[in-house]
């Protein structure tokens, strides 16, 4: 459908998304959210991890199609299907994963799939274009580079260019800085001020507070899929845009035995990890858990969990420091070794690491002890391990079923089928029925149902009390703060703060998860809170 | 010295000729494997364009209908399996294997039907013989290396030499190397995946065609079951060996030649002749290991993966 | 023309969606795999039809000779050792996700050995000399399996070209052998014969030979046991199924591949033997030896499910096929490759049919899905 004509000059809207819902099987992403764009202005979307600006502008670009609402460009309804539809209406998307065939030149990126290319690929005239962006809008890029050879900020400029080559005028922008280096954000920003002089919309996606304000005309902030308003960059602060980002609820509190602290189970010490992009995803990064405590890490995805957490269950190597379970060294050890230390680990990947979807329950439920006795006959002292002993394997997985409550027609069932709450408490019945000393839980609620996720918060507590040192990785705030004894705040690789979940202020978290410690008006948590 | 140059001169053209049929089924399955499609059917495409154009030949007197019906038989063979592989999802190596199967013996049925002497003199009579072309082929030992030939010999190298110029210089070509490294984001740019891989595959299947279609009506005028002899799957194993690159298909295609005709200017050394015809098998498994080390950058990153919007595979 | 054009626009954005399907009973399966082979009965009746034969005297004339004539079904037992031996071999490497394509080769490998002990060795006690043959059979195409094997795990070599490579230079190895060193008295190329003391008992009155036969059925059931009831088969079904789960679980998945591919390279390997203590006695023409036995067997593994238990039968039923194939081929004049297309279009219906066993297929235009005809109404107005 052609987008008629409409000459459109800065400050009219060039955008209007009425009344969003979106749903997802067990969460709400979009909760009737109301947004609007004008001409030549840069407007932050702004919000947690899951607060649903992602999936609000996936909706936009056509990647999803909304339940409920409408969506205007110039005036005009529009039912976006593709994202191809999108680029026809012109508008354009560079998300955080880049969309770009890493074999191929920038060039090629660029003029891929474009319908008025000839047969021929005019270089030397797509150059000359690609170069006037350049002078344009300071978007400097070789465009016989190959893309697997560019920089993260490269790769995005190519994207921004792609967009622009295919008459983006609004241009969608998930986490741009997420990829930068501190050095480049400034030219990043001159170039899209540049842009937006030129009458070009752009949307800013974002949870970084201090670039919202330096670059944004306006900001829209979204909390759990509902927006929670629209304002006027010139005329808001930091405290304001914390506040409805991160809400003013009450922490619900759960029952919790008071701590027994043991000795201490994980001793992670000074722990520096690459990641695949060579940058330091973590940056010394040190602290104890005990028996008895859970030790939460709250923070922004992508901060450095996932390698922390890798690190621990033996699935990435560290560059330097140490991790001591037990008073035994495990640094770099392999899985197997570190299971056999009685770890439990329930990923946050289900489906791809925890379970294998074609065998059935029961044959997923011993995955990490399936050669030990009892479930190998034991010949032979336990020497010949070779049978596996199935009546041994149905009665413990009967119980495990039972015990844990899966829903499951019985225990021969392929595990695919089960659900994803089910498959959560499979994977938590096999990690936690070898009774570990220390389990690591990353997002084990998330996408779950209340009375699953219920049951695996008390499961956790339950450990808890049994004296087991739990690691608890969690994007619900709520959820970490009030099944935590003490809370470590991350961010960039570091820890910001270690402090005690009971009294914590969600105002203060908030803001040391997006880095803004410094805005902490009377300074003194307990600095008597040290890295224990 | 002369003479030597001159028999070297022969020897280059004998491996030409003995290469192009393994030459343009490597061609097919290249085009194919750069969209993302795996097919191990080529074996039995070839020997039903074999069949296809030694039947035609010998019937309508045409080589030229030969070589057309061979490519349609082929590229109806290979839209079976893009049927199965792309719409249905099917295991790739299995659907390929299974029409090999059904290739061998439909290709073996025909050819109880015609396999008679006379048949055979028909299609000496018929088929393609040498050509030279003039002037070049004048130009002292290069000439008769190069430049005499059947029309598919000549065929296969400027189809090389275009496909090249098609995947690496057109924006067509560009379109099928997005599918087969990136089917994820061709479609988000409104490619149709689907669309594209159907074409590539039924293309290799009537290059495979031709491929047979030259061991019956130029190579040789005769039909035997299995005159194949796994060059199909020698193609597949030189298609990585040439790093999914028209012109590299050429080297290699041809090197297999110069090992195939080796078998023969052996003999006379004492060498049994059943050793030497295991060198062309044991040649590609050469080639093969010398490949792996570059292969890992280049093979087309969606190769095999049957693509689903919106799942990950 | 504007309807034209409609038509056009919606058979343009016509297209299939594919929703994954929860769970199939094991019901559901096989009665997938029948509807498959009904639809490979007919597409084969209708060949049978094009070369001007009654499709069903053709096809009935398959199955009353090999079902009801003695003879016909001790041939049919006959055929279906080696089917059953490299059936359950390809299943088990084929469970791990390693693409056996030479079974033929580790067939032939498994004959070679066996003529090159029983004839060429010497100084073997006699009652040591069959059972001794077979261990040999199974060792020769286990090695034969292995270096594909150790191709693919140490440089990453795509196995299906190497293992099918093998297969060629195996025949030629045969070829070489029969023309060469070892060709027989008279100059015919034919090896010496094997001595009548390695020589496998027959059932009297037919061909089936014993040993083989209760090897293979053992093999078959000891294959079973090992896949579902020991650690090294839950290790293989995990490997091929999740590599990630597997490096979680410990597993070595290197290990795991080498001793999968011992085993179905080896039980080719004891197939080949087999025909050599069993049928011929003698190394002959590599296709006399095996018309393609390792090929059929790939068949044989899929059409039963990768289950040893099964691929017995899977492994009666290709056996059926084959003989009754070769009989109606005398009896009707047909050409004996009328057998390599049945077996082709079985295998690629059973692939084509596996997709019902995941998908249910929609149809939709535009992701709008087509429930009544108001939608397809309304999808058409929104195109126009």
Same mark, same amino acid.
Request: aromatic content about 8%.
């Given at each position: ?5 409409k000459?459109i ?23 009737n ?10 407007q932050a ?23 409920e609402g ?12 593709t ?20 074999v ?8 891929l799939g474009?319908?008025?290319l000839?047969?021929?690929?005019p ?5 000359k ?13 070789d ?11 490269e790769?995005?400029?190519?994207e ?21 280096a501190e ?6 920003f ?12 752009i ?16 900001i ?9 308003g ?23 509190r759960?029952?919790?035995t ?9 001793d ?15 940056k ?9 405590e ?8 992508g ?12 699935l990435?190597?560290?560059n330097s420091?140490e991790?001591?379970m ?5 640094t ?6 570190? =299971?056999?230390? =009685?770890v439990?680990?329930?990923p ?18 011993i995955?990490?002890?399936?050669n ?28 495990l ?11 021969n069932?392929p595990?695919?089928t089960?659900s ?9 019945a ?5 009774n570990?000393?220390l ?5 084990p ?13 008390s499961?956790?507590l =339950? ?13 619900d705030? =709520? ?11 991350i961010?960039?690789?570091k820890i910001?703060?270690?402090f ?5 202020d969600l105002?203060e978290?908030?803001l ?13 948590f307990?600095?008597a809170?040290?890295?224990? | ?9 022969e020897?280059?053209? &004998? ?5 192009t ?11 194919t ?12 495409m ?9 039947v035609?030949?010998?019937l309508t007197?045409?080589?030229? &209908? ?12 290979? !839209?079976?399996?893009a ?9 790739q ?5 299974? &029409? ?11 050819g ?8 055979s003199?028909?299609v ?5 013989s ?6 070049l082929?004048?130009?002292?030992? !290069? ?20 496909l090249w110029?098609?995947l ?13 490294e ?6 988000t ?9 159907? !074409?590539?595959v039924m ?18 005028s005769?039909w035997?079951?299995g ?5 199909g ?7 990585? *060996? ?11 295609s041809?090197?297999?030649g ?17 050793i030497?015809a295991? *060198?062309?098998y044991? *040649?590609?498994?050469t080639a ?12 087309p990153?969606?190769?095999?993966i ?8 | 023309?504007e ?12 297209f ?8 199939i ?16 009965f ?12 009654n499709?069903?005297?053709?096809l ?9 004539n003695?003879?016909g079904?001790?041939?049919?037992l ?6 059953l ?16 394509i030479?079974?033929?080769?580790q ?10 002990i029983?004839?060429f ?8 000399? /069959? ?9 020769? #195409? ?7 094997t ?12 190497t ?9 030629n190895?045969?070829?070489y052998l029969?023309y ?6 008279y100059?015919?190329? /034919? ?6 003391v ?5 059932i ?6 014993v ?10 059931l ?12 839950y290790?293989i079904?995990?490997v #091929? ?37 069993g049928?011929?006695h ?16 790939i ?6 499910g990768?289950n ?17 194939g070769?009989n109606?081929q005398?009896?009707? #004049?047909?050409?004996?490759g009328?057998?390599?297309i ?17 998908y ?25």
């Amino acid at each position: 459908m052609e987008i008629k004509e409409k000459v459109i000059s800065i400050g009219d809207t060039v955008l209007e998304m009425r009344g969003i819902k979106k749903h997802f099987p067990g969460v709400i992403a979009n909760d009737n959210i109301d947004f609007q764009l004008k001409a030549g202005e840069i407007q932050a979307l702004l919000g947690e991890n899951g607060a649903g600006k992602t999936t609000l502008m996936n909706i936009l670009y056509g990647l999803y199609k909304q339940d409920e609402g409408e969506i205007f460009i110039k005036g005009q309804k529009v039912d976006i299907n593709t994202p191809k539809h999108a680029i026809e209406l012109g508008i354009g998307m560079v998300h955080q994963h880049f969309m770009l065939v890493d074999v191929f030149s920038v060039l090629e990126n660029v003029v891929l799939g474009l319908k008025e290319l000839k047969l021929k690929i005019p270089k030397k005239r797509i150059s000359k274009k690609l170069e006037e962006f350049s002078k344009v809008y300071g978007l400097k890029i070789d465009s016989k580079a190959k893309v697997w050879q560019l920089s993260a900020g490269e790769k995005q400029r190519v994207e921004i260019i792609k967009a622009l080559y295919r008459g983006a005028e609004i241009l969608i922008l998930d986490e741009p800085t997420s990829v930068l280096a501190e050095s480049e954000i400034n030219s990043f920003f001159e170039m899209l001020k540049r842009m937006a002089n030129d009458g070009k919309s752009i949307i800013f996606i974002s949870h970084k507070l201090r670039e919202v304000l330096s670059v944004s005309d306006r900001i829209t902030i979204l909390r759990k899929g509902k927006v929670q308003g629209t304002l006027r960059t010139s005329e808001t602060n930091k405290q304001e845009l914390t506040q409805l980002m991160v809400g003013k609820e009450i922490i619900s509190r759960f029952d919790k035995t008071p701590l027994k602290k043991g000795k201490v189970i994980l001793d992670v010490q000074n722990l520096k990890i690459f990641n695949v992009k060579g940058i330091e995803a973590l940056k010394g990064v040190s602290f104890k858990i005990s028996e008895g405590e859970i030790f939460g890490i709250v923070g922004i995805a992508g901060n450095g969990q996932k390698e922390l957490l890798e690190a621990i269950t033996g699935l990435r190597k560290v560059n330097s420091g140490e991790i001591y379970m037990n008073k035994e060294k495990i640094t770099n050890k392999s899985p197997r070794i570190i =299971n056999k230390k =009685n770890v439990a680990h329930i990923p946050e990947d289900r489906i791809e690491m925890g379970i294998v979807p074609n065998m059935d329950v029961s044959e997923n439920l011993i995955l990490k002890n399936y050669n030990q006795v009892p479930f190998v006959k034991d010949i032979y002292k336990g020497r010949i391990r070779l049978l596996q002993n199935y009546e041994e394997i149905s009665r413990f997985s009967q119980k495990l079923v039972e015990g844990y409550d899966i829903i499951t027609p019985n225990i021969n069932t392929p595990v695919k089928t089960l659900s994803g709450g089910n498959i959560q408490r499979l994977i938590l019945a096999r990690e936690l029925s070898s009774n570990p000393s220390l389990i690591i839980a990353s997002h084990p609620t998330y996408g779950l149902d209340i009375s699953a996720t219920e049951f695996i918060r008390s499961l956790l507590l =339950n450990e808890r009390e049994k004296g087991a040192a739990i690691l608890l990785v969690s994007e619900d705030l =709520n959820e970490a703060i009030s099944l935590s004894d003490r809370v470590a705040v991350i961010f960039e690789g570091k820890i910001v703060k270690i402090f005690e979940a009971e009294g914590a202020d969600l105002q203060e978290i908030g803001l040391m998860m997006i880095g803004e410690n410094n805005l902490i008006s009377n300074g003194g948590f307990n600095s008597a809170d040290k890295n224990i | 010295m002369e003479s030597i140059l001159l028999e070297i001169g022969e020897i280059i053209n &004998l491996a030409i000729l003995a290469g192009t049929a393994i030459l343009i089924a490597t061609l097919g399955e290249i085009f194919t494997e750069r969209s993302g499609i795996l097919n191990l059917g080529v074996e039995g495409m070839m020997i039903m364009g074999a069949i296809t154009a030694y039947v035609m030949t010998y019937l309508t007197h045409n080589p030229w &209908l030969g070589i057309i019906m061979a490519m349609i038989i082929g590229m109806l063979f290979s !839209l079976i399996h893009a049927f199965i592989s792309i719409t249905l999802k099917g295991n790739q190596i299995v659907s390929g294997l299974a &029409l090999t199967m059904i290739g061998l013996g439909i290709s073996a049925v025909i050819g109880k039907f015609y396999d008679e002497s006379t048949v055979s003199l028909t299609v000496k009579e018929y088929s393609f013989s040498l050509i030279a072309i003039p002037f070049l082929s004048d130009i002292p030992i !290069l000439g008769p290396a190069f430049f005499i030939g059947d029309p598919i010999v000549f065929i296969g190298i400027t189809s090389s030499i275009i496909l090249w110029y098609f995947l690496f210089k057109t924006k067509f070509g560009l379109t099928i190397r997005a599918v087969g490294e990136n089917p994820i984001v061709a479609d988000t740019l409104g490619i149709n995946v689907y669309l594209v891989r159907y !074409l590539c595959v039924m293309i290799g299947g009537s290059l495979a065609g031709l491929a047979g279609a030259h061991l019956t009506i130029a190579y040789t005028s005769s039909w035997i079951e299995g005159i194949t002899k796994g060059k199909g799957w020698i193609a597949i194993g030189l298609t990585i *060996f040439a790093i999914w690159n028209p012109l590299r298909a050429l080297i290699g295609s041809y090197l297999f030649g110069l090992i195939d005709i080796l078998q023969y200017r052996l003999q006379p050394y004492g060498i049994a002749p059943n050793i030497l015809a295991m *060198f062309p098998y044991i *040649f590609t498994i050469t080639a093969l290991i010398i490949a792996t080390s570059k292969q890992r950058k280049k093979t087309p990153t969606a190769l095999g993966i049957p693509y689903i919007r919106g799942e990950k595979e | 023309m504007e309807v034209l054009i409609l038509q056009i626009k919606i058979y343009k954005s016509l297209f299939i969606e594919y929703e994954k399907r929860q769970q199939i009973t094991s019901e559901e399966s096989v009665k997938y795999k029948l509807i498959s082979l009904f639809v490979a009965f007919f597409i084969m009746g209708i060949i049978f039809a094009a070369l001007q034969v009654n499709p069903f005297i053709a096809l009935g004339s398959i199955f009353s000779f090999s079902l009801f004539n003695p003879n016909g079904f001790a041939a049919v037992l006959t055929r279906m050792i080696p089917l059953l031996l490299c059936g359950v071999g390809l299943a088990i490497a084929y469970k791990a996700l390693f693409w056996n394509i030479g079974a033929e080769g580790q067939l032939l490998l498994g004959a070679i050995i066996a003529i090159g002990i029983g004839v060429f060795v010497p100084g073997i006690p006699d009652p040591l000399l /069959l059972p001794m043959i077979l261990l040999m059979g199974f060792l020769l #195409g286990a090695v034969w399996g292995i270096v594909p094997t150790l191709l693919k795990l140490r440089l990453n070599i795509n196995e299906v070209i190497t293992t099918l490579m093998l297969n060629y230079i195996a025949i030629n190895l045969v070829r070489y052998l029969i023309y060469g060193p070892w060709k027989g008295p008279y100059n015919f190329p /034919l090896s010496d014969l094997l001595p009548a003391v390695a020589w496998e008992p027959l059932i009297p009155g037919t061909s089936i030979y014993v040993i083989s036969l209760i090897l293979a059925l053992i093999f078959a059931l000891g294959s079973y046991f090992l896949l579902f009831k020991t650690t090294i088969g839950y290790e293989i079904r995990v490997v #091929g199924e999740n590599i990630q789960a597997a490096k979680y679980a410990g597993i070595n998945y290197k290990k795991t591949i080498l001793i999968t591919m011992i085993i179905s390279g080896g039980l080719a390997g004891l197939a080949g033997a087999g025909l050599m203590t069993g049928v011929q006695h003698r190394l002959t023409n590599p296709e006399a030896i095996s018309p393609g036995y390792g090929y059929t067997a790939i068949i044989v593994a899929w059409l039963g499910g990768l289950n040893p238990i099964s691929i017995i039968f899977a492994s009666l039923f290709m056996s059926i096929l084959i003989v009754g194939g070769q009989n109606i081929q005398i009896l009707l #004049g047909l050409p004996f490759g009328v057998v390599n297309i049945f077996n082709g279009v079985i295998l690629a219906v059973i692939i084509a049919f596996e997709f019902l066993k995941k998908y249910k297929i929609k149809f939709v235009i535009n992701r709008d899905v087509i429930d009544t005809e108001s939608e397809l109404n309304k999808s058409i107005n929104l195109k126009a």
